[in-house]
């Protein structure tokens, strides 16, 4: 008999529960309701919310917006958003995360802070994801980008550097940026470094690590243009080689679903629940033409 499990551990975090909620709440009250960007990396969902009334807007069409309301997302945005909502009128529902709004804070603390000193304000992050976007702009984009320590050449080691982390990236991956800077820096430049990662969402890594181990096959659920979605499954598939990735219902592939297997479905931080179940529904059923084969 087959075992189907979904990770109680997997699914939206706060920041992303928050702004679905936000958005469904102005929903309800009718009227247009714009969100700049997809509100979740996951197509599904927003295509959910569309049918809802939420229509997805990129920074050019916000620009030209007047007179309406705006959700702006987890990720957070920079302060020219907030301006360009102010000149033109714009009513801003904000679910930027409060993990994020508190990063950048600290982050426009320590630059006004140390802007006259030209200390170099360095974040461990992925280029142009909505978040790092918003984080540069509390630099007024004087921030130096880090994706990996290939990139630890864009520094200048003769003067003072202070690193902080997109709240999203790994805690292993923070702390090698560290271990390389401080080989790096010169005894004569100062290096001040803060863990600003989510623990919420590093907290899945040795979830998933877990789960993938406890089960012979694994689907693992997220849009494709999760980032996080992509961390989480390179994790599953470095302890579960029998782990697939899947964005619906449509790409299971009937062939890797044995009877007698322990299947577990987990997913993202993007991932929703009910993605995860309909998942689970159309293992139930393979499994069923199955045996009645």
Not at 147 to 153: F, M, N, P, T
Not at 163 to 176: A, C, H, R, V
Not at 188 to 215: G, M, W
Not at 255 to 278: D, H, N, R, Y
Request: hydrophobic fraction near 35%; proline fraction near 3%; aromatic fraction near 8%.
């Amino acid at each position: 008999m087959s075992k189907i499990e979904i990770d109680p551990k997997s699914g939206f975090c706060f920041g992303v529960v928050n702004a679905i909620q936000k958005a469904e709440e102005e929903l309800a009250k009718g009227g247009i309701l714009y969100c700049l960007g997809d509100i979740v990396h996951n197509n599904l969902e927003v295509d959910r919310l569309e049918k809802l009334g939420l229509k997805t807007i990129n920074h050019e069409q916000f620009r030209q917006l007047k007179n309406v309301k705006v959700l702006l997302r987890a990720h957070g945005e920079p302060p020219s958003t907030y301006q360009i909502a102010k000149e033109n009128n714009i009513e801003i529902i904000d679910a930027s995360c409060p993990v994020v709004l508190r990063l950048q804070r600290r982050i426009n603390d320590k630059y006004n802070a140390e802007k006259d000193n030209e200390t170099q304000i360095v974040i461990y992050g992925k280029s142009g994801h909505a978040e790092v976007n918003g984080l540069m702009g509390q630099t007024n984009s004087s921030a130096v980008v880090i994706e990996s320590k290939e990139d630890l050449d864009k520094l200048d080691y003769s003067k003072n550097i202070c690193l902080f982390s997109q709240t999203t990236k790994p805690l292993d991956g923070f702390q090698e940026i560290i271990d390389l800077i401080k080989t790096k820096i010169s005894p004569l430049a100062k290096f001040e470094y803060f863990d600003t990662i989510c623990r919420q969402v590093s907290n899945r890594i040795p979830n998933i690590k877990e789960f993938a181990l406890s089960h012979d096959l694994i689907f693992f659920v997220a849009g494709k243009k999760s980032s996080n979605g992509k961390v989480l499954f390179a994790e599953c598939k470095q302890y579960n080689i029998n782990s697939y990735f899947v964005s619906s219902s449509e790409e299971i592939d009937p062939s890797v679903i044995q009877a007698g297997l322990s299947i577990g479905i987990c997913g993202a931080t993007s991932t929703p629940k009910w993605q995860m179940e309909e998942i689970e529904k159309e293992v139930e059923n393979i499994l069923i033409k199955k045996q009645v084969i």
